[in-house]
């Protein structure tokens, strides 16, 4: 049972560059979400995915797009990198609903050129 | 709208002190809160929850939080630190739509010997 699993771990990126972060869970969640963390402004959720097929904004998205593959999985991707990009990346999965523990992968650490 | 004030980017104190972390919210409905740590090069995990059932409530690793709804806290406290205390603490409140987690700004928690 791995939990939340994140690929890639490390990644530099020229401007203007594209990339797709990969996030899968084995618990058989029904919600996942992206969050980004810059030191000082805590966790930011970029979009999440309350059920299949269902996705929607959070609180930063620009710059940003998501596909809700199947149940397992929820990827990221980034069409034309920026320096403000840089940051370091979570995927999180919960069964879903407001009281729900969130449980988080070891992130995605991203430096944008 | 929802919002979480950590008070505090850094707490320091010694080994066998009091831990206190401190966490204020803002919630037009009943919240659900929750604290997560983050230890370095780490994802995040969940130390509580409040969900209201209990206004004091016990997480792993001797850690409590107490909610108070007059004084729209929910204080993170310890009563003897250990070293491998050290890590990133962060105060959340979860949004109904979705179950979406807004975090505070995190406080780091360091422990001298």
């Known amino acids: 049972n791995a939990g939340v699993t994140q690929t890639p771990k490390f990644q530099v990126l020229k401007t203007g560059q594209s990339m797709t972060l990969q996030c899968a869970q084995d618990m058989n969640h029904n919600s996942m979400y992206w969050y980004r963390q810059d030191p000082g402004m805590g966790l930011r959720l970029i979009y999440y995915?309350?059920?299949?097929?269902?996705?929607d904004k959070g609180e930063v998205p620009n710059g940003y797009n998501v596909s809700r593959l199947n149940k397992r999985e929820f990827s990221l991707r980034l069409e034309s990198a920026a320096p403000s990009q840089t940051s370091v990346y979570f995927c999180a999965s919960s069964v879903g609903g407001v009281s729900e523990t969130q449980y988080f992968g070891p992130g995605t650490r991203l430096l944008v050129l | 709208a929802q919002s979480v004030t950590q008070l505090g980017s850094h707490v320091s104190v010694s080994e066998g002190a009091l831990v206190l972390l401190r966490c204020n919210y803002s919630s037009s409905v009943p919240p659900y809160l929750f604290w997560y740590v983050q230890y370095p090069n780490q994802g995040l995990q969940l130390l509580l929850k409040y969900t209201s059932a209990a206004t004091l409530v016990k997480g792993i690793n001797g850690f409590e939080a107490e909610f108070k709804k007059s004084e729209t806290s929910f204080h993170l406290t310890k009563p003897s630190a250990h070293m491998s205390d050290a890590a990133e603490y962060f105060c959340a409140v979860s949004v109904i739509q979705g179950g979406k987690l807004i975090f505070g700004q995190g406080t780091e928690l360091s422990v001298k010997p």
């Open positions: 995915s309350a059920s299949e097929g269902t996705t």
